[in-house]
């Protein structure tokens, strides 16, 4: 009887207790509510909050793009490709600091058009840019336009476009000078500031003393040229560290003539008069380029800033061709001497410090992609750009590219007279894997070589790859054919 009592006690206690929590649970439910509003919400609000500042942190932060373009550098001048010149160390410890590319090409073996491909992504011939701009009757009699069509894609101005800050400083030589007196201005091409050289829109006083190149009496002097384009681009980045800036840093050096100081020539001494002068200007090119990144350095740029730099085109014959790094060519010739040119890329954190990439295909047209996509911003729609996307390869991953490359020089012979003997090449040429093609446009003098094998372009094997020759023949004359042509001058 005990355990039947206590059992029904047990069980009356229980279903009070039951009946209590029943009732007590809607104020319990109220009162943890109370206390998740109190305690939960206004931490999920600085959640919330933080959301933002943690996107940010977890965004990459868009980098500085300082560009820099020598002019008619050869493949073999500096030091880290193998040039005995003069001593090149801040060049050298660039490429320590970076990659150093080997198979890089320009789409031009010549300023203007080479120009044109780097801004535009496209290759300078779809803007009847085929050789160097000049007076208006010379573009007439080379089939070429006087300047670049303001309406061709622009990398700077897709740049600004995304909030980047944009100078050009230096060379230009894309329209203007002579008697081209309406080529746009920089600003069309999406420049917020410029200092321009006399082949350009908007010279800069400074440096344009006289209707010419360079004047005795220019208030910066020939040798401080290149000096004068570093101070300009420090200052630019020095004033906009709030924003990512987008910097052409586009020396005339090492282009002739060769006018250094007589203090930086005195340091060499012997040799022929003219070698001697180019060993002086490269001395003091290096050494300007060295004083830049010092700069970067002292304004807390250097981890924030990708650096590139290469050259324009190849070197005009020179001592014994050494200049091209024994490479066959020059200047105005689609042989590797006038094409291939020194590149290094360096951006602290992102590209691996003394890497050598020999297996990369890189060309000046693949830089407008590849540089956008680094910088996370979209490519202009609409747009058929020549070049690819390898923005992998600049920082530290090989890539074999996809497309072909193609190189038109000169539409006639008037614009393509230069160079002679066995330097002056066929005026239109393909590069597809290994294989390297050049031929006429009417198809005469076909030579096929394999880089793979024979880089210096000694041996060419059309004969026994006809089948090879035929295909890539028949797609470089192909292309060449669908060129547009110019049929009136720009105004």
């Known amino acids: 009887m005990e355990f039947v009592w206590n059992n029904t006690l047990a ?36 959640l919330l909050l933080l959301q933002p500042l943690r996107a940010a942190e977890a965004a990459p932060t868009r980098p500085n793009i300082l560009f820099i373009l020598s002019d008619d550098m050869g493949y073999g001048d500096i030091g880290c490709f193998g040039g005995k010149f003069a001593p090149t160390p801040n060049l050298d410890r660039l490429a320590r600091e970076g990659i150093r590319f080997t198979q890089y090409y320009s789409v031009a073996p010549i300023c203007s058009p080479s120009r044109a491909g780097l801004t535009t992504g496209m290759f300078p011939a779809r803007w009847n840019i085929t050789s160097f701009l000049q007076t208006r009757a010379g573009n007439r009699a080379c089939e070429q336009a006087d300047f670049l069509d303001p309406r061709a894609p622009s990398l700077a101005r897709t740049l600004k476009a995304a909030g980047y800050a944009t100078g050009h400083f230096g060379k230009w030589h894309m ?30 006083p400074d440096i344009t003393a006289t209707n010419w190149i360079w004047s005795p009496n220019d208030k910066v002097k020939r040798w401080d040229r290149t000096a004068f384009f570093v101070d300009k681009t420090l200052d630019f ?38 070698e ?54 020059s200047k105005l010739s689609l042989y590797e ?45 609409g747009i058929s750009f020549d070049g690819e996307d390898l ?50 446009a009417d198809g ?29 023949q028949d797609k470089a004359l192909a292309w060449r054919k669908s060129l547009p042509k110019l049929a009136q001058p720009l105004s």
């Open 175 to 204: 329209g203007g000078g002579r008697d081209v007196t309406n080529a746009p201005p920089f600003a069309a091409y999406g420049f917020d500031e410029h200092a321009g050289t006399w082949e350009s829109p908007q010279p800069h």
């Open 391 to 440: 923005s992998g390869a600049l920082t530290g991953s090989p890539t074999t590219r996809s497309r072909t490359l193609l190189w038109e020089y000169g539409r006639n012979t008037k614009a393509f007279a230069y160079p002679k003997g066995a330097d002056r090449s066929p005026n239109v040429a393909l590069r597809e894997g290994d294989w390297k093609l050049l031929v006429n």
């Open 237 to 274: 980045l020095r004033r906009h560290q709030g924003q990512p800036c987008y910097v052409n840093l586009w020396p005339d050096d090492v282009h002739t003539p060769w006018v250094p100081s007589q203090e930086r020539l005195g340091l060499y001494p012997s040799g022929p008069a003219e």
């Open 337 to 381: 001497g006038g094409v291939r040119m020194p590149f290094i890329v360096r951006w602290p954190g992102h590209t691996p410090a003394g890497r050598v990439d020999d297996r990369t295909v890189l060309a000046a047209t693949d830089l407008f992609p590849s540089l956008c996509a680094l910088a996370g911003v979209p490519l202009p729609p």
């Open 444 to 472: 005469s003098d076909l030579q096929l070589f394999n880089l793979r094998d024979d880089p210096k372009e000694s041996a060419n094997v059309a004969e026994q790859h006809p089948d090879i020759a035929r295909r890539l």
């Open 276 to 329: 001697r002068k180019f060993r002086a200007v490269l001395d003091e090119y290096d050494r300007q380029m060295g004083r830049l990144f010092k700069g970067l350095a002292a304004l807390g740029l250097e981890e924030r800033t990708l650096v590139i730099f290469t050259s324009d085109n190849g070197p005009l014959p020179s001592f014994r061709g050494s200049r091209s790094g024994g490479l066959r060519g």
């Open 11 to 46: 069980t009356r206690q229980q279903q009070a207790s039951d009946r209590l929590a029943t009732r007590q649970q809607p104020a319990i439910r109220c009162l943890f509510a109370t206390l998740f509003k109190l305690v939960m919400l206004p931490t999920a609000a600085a």
